[in-house]
Every structure is written in structure tokens, then in C-alpha cells.
């Protein structure tokens, strides 16, 4: 099939679904006057009921907290299968050389990128600790967290160079966060349970509202999710700057 | 005006589709798959809006301001977490692929099995 053919066949699906998109179009509320009763409730009776002030927060660690279960594991899935298919092949060697196209010069880091990344790279982890852990309170939380704490990460790489950077970070380490954050989020479903509750029941002390320690099981499962997200992305950073390095008959060419 | 957000996700979504069918690279399409994704993030984000409304965080205004719908919101930002691991997940598929066959364009790939009865 070619493109054309493609083309034609998106063309025609199109043409077909057209009365369905047309009854979704016309169903969708008017934009800015939501009729969802759920989020507005949640508003209403969160700050009452889990002592904490951000929303959102309690929806994925608390109100919906088995979807981010699953959700965890589809990142754990994700990242697991993308390490597989790389890993083995390349820069496990931490002496491998950057793999480069044959006559072109390799242009070493200016002084002034050390420095800056240098400089700003525990600035950056730092800031995304701070917003991994003030989940309950302000915008933020484990995802975001991670996902800055693990930018930093690259960000050593870019001052550092392949093999300092290498030395620095274990991916024993990154697995073990990864899995263990995971592991964490589970388990603070799991307890409740043997406590005789419900799963993901907040048993713990909920903390006082606008306080860092608010929410009681929220913080654990946060800390879980920012813990997996750290690993998870610090694992295909390492697994992607693998790849650039030359196989070993590449490097003896 | 009030039509505007439906028709910036439609319009995301369908640039997407039509860049995955007519895509003659696998990066290529996934770039466009990613364009689709974030159609998602518009419609979501646009069904829980709300006018004259705050941030669902309670830390400025006081619990019982109007705020936007927090719920989408959460899903939103799953959405784009899973979404990036996920790109990952195919951009490491089409690595393997392109050091298999040497070749990135969906239409001369041909299967496995066809290559391996040769």
C-alpha cells in the first residue's frame, strides 16, 4: 500500500466516522460552563476531608489513587521494555568513545558550559526535591519532581562528559529507585489492608491543612511515584546517551 | 470564541493522523503521534475550564473559591508523564529497527518472517 493509499483510506475512515464525530461535536458542554459534577466535589470536600490544598494532588494520590497505580505500572512497562531493547549493544564499556561519522572533528565543551552546568544542576535537583515534596501544598508533586530532578541529571551529563557523568550515576541506583517507587505506591495500598481497612485507605494522621506534612498515605504514595519517575527517566537518559557511544568494532576501525 | 479550544484539539488530532499516515520516516511518526497526544491535553484541559475560576490548589484563596476541575487536570499530567516514557519506549523500537535494516521509511520495511524464509 502506498501513500496515496494511506491517504485515501485515513480520507475514507474519516468520511466514515463523520455522524459519530459530528454527535460527540455537537454533545461537548460550551466551553468555560463545565457540567462534570466529580472535579467540582472533589474541590467542594477535599480540603475538609484530606487536609490538603492542592487538588490535584489528592485525585492522583488519593481520590483516584488505583489509577495511578496502574498508571505506575505502565511506566514501569514502558521503561522496562525500552531498557531491554537497548540495553547490551553499546557504552557499556564506560572507556567506549563517542561513536562519529568518519573525518568529522569533535569539538571539546567550552569552560563557561562546565561552569553553568556546574552551577546549576544541584540548583535544579534541589528545586525538584522541593517540588516533589511539597505535593499537599503548592503546584507540584512526584511526577513533576522527578521529571526536573532527572533533567538535572542530564544536565551533569551536558558539563561533565559521557565518562564523568558515567561515574557519578549507578544504574544499579536508577533500577532500584524505579522499581522501588513502584514497589512503594503498592505497598501503601497494600497495608491499609492488612490493618483491616480498604485498599488505599488513608489510615495515617492527616496532618494539618497548608503544612508539608499533610495528607497522611498521600506523602508515601508521592514519594513512591517521585522516586519511580526519578529512576524511570534517569534510566532512559542513561540507556538513550548509551547509544552514542562506538561499538567496540567500531572503536578498534 | 467559545468554539476555539474543540477546534485546536481537533485540529491537533488531525494534523497528527494525517502525519501518520503519509509519514515516509518512523521518527518522523512518532513525532506525529506526539502531536496527536497532545490533542488530548487540549480537550482535557479545555472540558474542566471554567471562566473567572482559580487553580484547584487552595493555598492562596481560601477552600470554597470556584475552581477549575481538578480531575482532568490529574489525568493530564499522567497523560503526559506515560506519554513520554511511551515515546521512549518506540524511539528505543526504531533504533533496533534502523540497526536491523538500515532503513527508517514504514513502506520499504517489509516482515520478519518474510526476511527470514529468504
Known amino acids: 500500500m502506498n ?13 466514515c466516522l463523520t455522524p459519530a464525530i ?11 460552563e463545565p457540567s462534570e ?43 522496562t521494555g525500552a531498557v531491554v531493547l537497548l540495553r547490551g549493544a553499546r557504552g557499556e564499556d564506560l572507556t567506549a568513545k563517542a561513536a562519529r561519522l568518519p573525518g568529522r572533528q569533535v ?29 499537599m501544598v503548592t503546584p507540584g508533586g512526584g511526577f513533576q519532581g522527578g521529571v526536573v530532578i532527572a533533567s538535572g541529571l542530564l544536565l551533569t551529563y551536558l558539563g561533565e562528559g559521557y565518562r564523568g557523568w558515567r561515574r557519578l550515576i549507578a544504574s544499579p541506583v536508577l533500577a532500584a529507585l524505579e522499581g522501588g517507587g513502584a514497589l512503594l505506591f503498592a505497598l501503601a495500598g497494600l497495608a491499609p489492608m492488612a490493618a483491616g481497612g480498604a485498599f488505599m485507605q488513608n ?32 534510566m532512559l537518559f542513561l540507556e538513550f546517551l548509551e547509544e552514542t557511544r562506538a561499538t567496540q568494532s567500531e572503536d578498534t576501525r | 470564541m467559545t468554539v476555539l479550544p474543540w477546534f485546536a484539539a481537533a485540529w491537533l ?24 497526544q497532545s ?6 484541559l479545555s472540558v474542566g475550564y471554567r471562566w473567572g475560576a482559580a487553580a484547584p490548589i487552595f493555598y492562596d484563596h481560601p477552600p470554597g473559591t470556584m475552581a477549575v476541575d481538578p480531575v482532568v487536570q490529574a489525568l493530564v499530567l499522567t497523560d503526559i508523564v506515560v506519554g513520554a516514557t511511551v515515546t521512549a519506549l518506540l524511539l528505543a523500537m526504531v533504533l533496533q529497527v534502523g540497526r536491523k535494516y538500515g532503513e527508517l521509511d514504514p513502506q520499504k520495511l517489509r516482515p520478519l518472517v518474510a526476511r527470514a524464509h529468504r
Open chain 1, 107 to 135: 569539538i571539546g565543551r567550552a569552560e563557561s558550559t562546565i561552569l553553568i552546568c556546574r552551577l546549576f544542576s544541584p540548583a535544579i535537583m534541589l528545586f525538584g526535591l522541593y517540588m516533589a515534596l511539597h505535593a
Open chain 2, 13 to 36: 488530532f488531525a494534523i497528527g493522523i494525517y502525519g501518520i499516515a503519509s509519514s515516509r520516516n518512523l521518527i518522523h511518526l512518532i513525532g506525529c503521534l506526539s502531536v496527536c
Open chain 1, 22 to 32: 459530528w454527535r460527540v461535536a455537537t454533545a461537548l458542554p460550551r466551553f468555560g
Open chain 1, 203 to 234: 489510615v495515617l494522621p492527616l496532618g494539618t491543612f497548608r503544612d508539608v506534612f499533610s495528607g497522611g498515605l498521600m506523602l508515601v504514595t508521592n514519594a513512591g511515584v517521585g522516586l519511580a519517575v526519578t529512576g524511570g527517566f534517569g
Open chain 2, 39 to 44: 490533542s488530548t491535553y487540549v480537550l482535557l
Open chain 1, 37 to 79: 459534577q466529580y472535579g467540582p466535589a472533589v474541590n467542594r470536600l477535599g480540603p475538609a476531608l484530606r487536609h490538603v490544598s492542592n487538588m490535584v494532588s489528592a485525585v492522583n494520590f488519593d481520590f483516584r489513587g488505583i489509577d495511578t497505580l496502574g498508571e505506575e505500572f505502565m511506566l514501569l512497562g514502558a521503561i
Open chain 1, 3 to 15: 501513500r496515496r493509499w494511506r491517504i485515501a483510506l485515513l480520507g475514507l475512515a474519516g468520511i
